[in-house]
Structure formats: C-alpha cells, structure tokens
C-alpha cells in the first residue's frame, strides 16, 4: 500500500473514496467539508440530514458525487462526541474508509485529517497508515476462489487541510506514516502467527520463523531444545512439554541499539508460547478447546515487537524470550499432584494441569534473570479466563510489584490506543497457593483467579520492576470493530513499540 500527500482545495481532487471525519456535535464543521458541500450546491448537508446521519461512532454514509467534484464517492465516517475522540481513534477510521473501499473494488483512498491540537498531526498520520493497513488486513492463506480476492486498494492519500496545520509542513505527517507502517506491519506479523492453525505452528516451527526474523532484523537468536533447558533446571517449562510428541523449544532474540553508547537500560520482553493448550489431562470442553491456537499470542507479540523496536532504531536493549510448547494429554503427560522443580529451585505442586502458562512463564523469568539481568521485565500471556470475567473480552488486566513502572506501561498504553486497566495484587491471596508438601500450588481457589496468577508469577520475578498483561480477553475477537478483524488481533505490539520507541 502507498501512501501519498494533499494539501489542496479537496474538492479538487481525483480519489474513488474521500473520508471525512464527522463528530457528532460538530457534523457540518471544517474546511474539507465546507468545500465539498459548496462544489456539491449543499447537497452534503441536505443528505446529512436526511440519511439521519448523527456522526456517532462507527456510523457511516456513502455518497456517489457523479462527477461534480474531483472525487467520485463521498464517505462520511462518524467519530462520535468530539470531546471524547482520540488520536488512536483514527485507526478504525481509516480502516473503515479501505474496507469501503475495498467493498466497490476502488483502489485510492483519500482520509482527511481532521482538526487536532498543536504537536497531535505526526501521531494522527500513524494511527491513519495503521488503521488503513490493518483495516486491509485478511488471513487467506487457506481461502481459495473467489474469497481468497486481494485488496482493492492500492494508494492511501492523507489530506491535510488549512484549519488543521500549515500545507508547507507535512514533514511531521510523513514521519507518522513512516511509524505507523512499521507497527502495523509488527501487528500483522502477530496476527499472522496467532491465526496460524497448531499442526501448522508447532514449537519448532515457531523457533524457525524466529531464527528467520533474527536475520531479517539483524538479532541475535538463541534457541533451546529439550536437553539444553533439561541442563539449564527447567523443570516447569518441560513438565508442560512432556505430554506432547512435539519437541518444545525455548527462544531468546536479542536487540543492542548499534553505536558505542551503553543502553540506558535493558527489558525483557516474555511472552507465553503454548502453541495448543487442550488442558492436559485437566481436559478442556471441546468447545473451550476450539480457539487454543491462540494461547502463543503473548509469544506473537514479544517475537513481533522486537523486530519493530529494532527496525525503528529502539534506544534500549530489548530480549524477547518464550518458551514454547503444547500442552497435550497422553500417557506422558504431568499429572495432578505431581511436585515440580523450577529452575529458580522452587517446588509447585499441581492441582491444575489447564494453569500450564504460568509454570512455563515462571522459567522464562527465571532465565531472563539469570541470563539477562534486565532492569524492568514485561510478560504477555493469555493466562486466565477469571481476567475476562472481570474486564471483559476487550481488555487486558494489568498487575505488577512497581506502581510507577505500571503507570509507565499504562501510560504507553493510552497512547497507543490499547485497552488495559490495573489490577491488584492483594498479599492475602497468597494464602490460596499454600501447598502442604511444596513450596506453593499453582492455581489458588475459584475467586480472584486473575490475581493469584499474578502472585505466582511474582513469586519468581524478586525485586525486579515487573509488569504482567494478562490478554486473554483481546488476544482474539469473533467481531469487526474498527481496525481490528475477526480472529487475532495481534493486541499489544503497538503498547509496546509506544513505551520502548519513543518519538524524536
């Protein structure tokens, strides 16, 4: 998709689709409009009024102009109150405009950027390339005939008018683009793997595509197999591993910003890799069953994120690192009641063999410690259904044991657009992982499942800032909203590239 520049009487200018940005409490308002309803002899807000068109967000109305101005359709794209719009909202904008787009086989799409205050156009050109690049986005690798059908939509034109800056200043915008095709090129890697079907995406083929974008994005990689993390003590991560005839393997890409200049810090990015969770022998429903494909989404996020951060030249050294595996029952498999050793040297015993993610993700960090003695830990996992009982389907639980650290995180995710929200860890719950003949359980009672994940996770963090995002929720969605399609969502690149990338 190319993406082009105009900063011209709209009305003027030859484009299949223009989308324009309408709020409700300000429908008829800026340039853009003002032009195309003038060139129209008003009929823009005759029809506005008729078609009942109130600007509510997701609203849309389409117009065909029949050559009296220089584009052929009109599409009015409703942002909602103009008090409460946000930059990133203009992601499902723009996604909405291709998606239209697509529908009447056009192939160039103009968006105009609507009014922001001083300093917003650069991050409004990112979010505008994003949302049209994933607004575009469709897994058809296993589609064929007439659904398997390429977008439409070749060229993406912004168009800035006079009210919103300065026609001779668009060097800031066409650095958004620049931004705003890398991350979404990052998300579409992530929903690439997580929309993969599990015979597909087995562990070590997870670890090939990682070696892969180690070349690519000029890593280094690291990978281990079963003996390598027998040696290293894993005795968690290989517990999951034994019951499946897949080989598990465990991978470390490194990125170290180029020049002689000491990182200012250094992050571990861990993310949960089950490639298919089927419970074990704690067997899940079939219908819970059905979507396990996408329980390696928080590995999908930290293998894409890196190859973002390095790409944009990230200031930090950044590991991303997951251990992968399925989580299958057979005659092999861990089993209820069994003790494990983790390579911190603590004991678990388990009543769950479904709560397989934590005891993975607890010799990640281990690792991460010992081997790259980072100063702030991130992990991604879609750990619990109790995070979607209490947030919903759309929004990630938030824990850690650094309350700055954590506004730091949800800062970056605010700006990004991405919804996430903070919860407790409450030192009283820990009493629900006491373990009469080990160190701990790993699963704590029915309520607060969320939370007594997080403590278990923290029990091998130590004193390191840590921040755990529990995505079980928007890892995946079986609804169009916006830019976000049907299946993987590929949720969480684009928080992490705000919080590591930061903007010259």
């Not at 399925?326 to 003790?339: F, I």
Request: hydrophobic letters at 40%.
């Amino acid at each position: 998709m190319k993406f082009t520049f105009y900063s011209e009487n709209i009305a003027q200018l030859r484009t299949d689709v223009c989308a324009l940005p309408c709020f409700e409490d300000m429908l008829r308002e800026g340039t853009a409009f003002q032009s195309l309803d003038q060139a129209l002899d008003g009929l823009l807000g005759r029809l506005v009024s008729e078609e009942q068109f109130k600007g509510k967000k997701g609203q849309t109305l389409l117009l065909h102009s029949h050559g009296r101005v220089g584009p052929a359709r009109i599409l009015l794209v409703g942002g909602g109150p103009r008090r409460e719009f946000q930059p990133s909202d203009l992601r499902g904008l723009s996604a909405r405009a291709v998606r239209t787009a697509h529908g009447i086989y056009a192939r160039h799409v103009t968006v105009v950027i609507p009014h922001l205050e001083g300093g917003m156009q650069e991050r409004a050109a990112q979010f505008l390339a994003e949302g049209a690049i994933l607004g575009g986005y469709v897994f058809d690798r296993y589609l064929t005939g007439e659904r398997k059908r390429p977008l439409s939509v070749e060229e993406v034109c912004l168009a800035v008018s006079t009210d919103n800056i300065e026609p001779s200043r668009l060097e800031p915008i066409r650095h958004g683009v620049q931004r705003g095709e890398q991350v979404a090129k990052g998300v579409q890697l992530a929903r690439d793997l997580v929309n993969e079907p599990a015979s597909e995406l087995t562990p070590r083929k997870l670890a090939e595509i990682a070696q892969r974008l180690a070349k690519e994005h000029h890593l280094e990689a690291r990978i281990f197999g079963p003996r390598e993390c027998e040696k290293m003590g894993m005795g968690m991560f290989l517990a999951v591993a034994q019951g499946s005839d897949e080989e598990p393997r465990f991978i470390h890409l490194s990125y170290r910003p180029r020049g002689k200049t000491t990182p200012r810090k250094r992050v571990a990015l861990i993310g949960k890799g089950i490639t298919f969770d089927s419970g074990g022998l704690s067997l899940k429903p079939s219908n819970a069953m059905e979507d396990m494909k996408i329980d390696m989404a928080g590995a999908a996020v930290v293998l894409s994120a890196i190859t973002v951060l390095a790409d944009l030249g990230c200031p930090y050294e950044v590991h991303a690192i997951t251990a992968c595996t399925e989580n299958m029952p057979s005659g092999k498999a861990y089993k209820l009641g069994d003790v494990l050793r983790s390579m911190a040297g603590k004991t678990v015993e388990i009543n769950n063999t479904d709560a397989e993610g934590r005891l993975t993700l607890g010799d990640a960090i281990t690792y991460a410690l010992k081997e790259v003695k980072p100063d702030e830990i991130f992990d991604f996992a879609t750990l619990t259904g109790a995070c979607m009982v209490a947030l919903g389907p759309h929004i990630a639980g938030v824990m850690g044991n650094d309350l700055s650290l954590v506004e730091r995180w949800l800062t970056a995710a605010r700006l990004a657009g991405e919804e996430m929200w903070h919860l407790p860890l409450p030192e009283r719950l820990k009493d629900m992982l006491k373990s009469e003949i080990a160190d701990m359980k790993n699963t704590g009672e029915r309520y607060g499942g969320a939370l007594t994940a997080g403590l278990f996770l923290k029990e091998f963090v130590g004193d390191t800032p840590w921040v755990h995002v529990d995505m079980a929720g928007p890892a995946a969605t079986d609804k169009e909203w916006g830019h976000i399609c049907k299946g993987a969502t590929g949720f969480g690149v684009a928080t992490v590239v705000e919080y590591l990338a930061p903007r010259e």
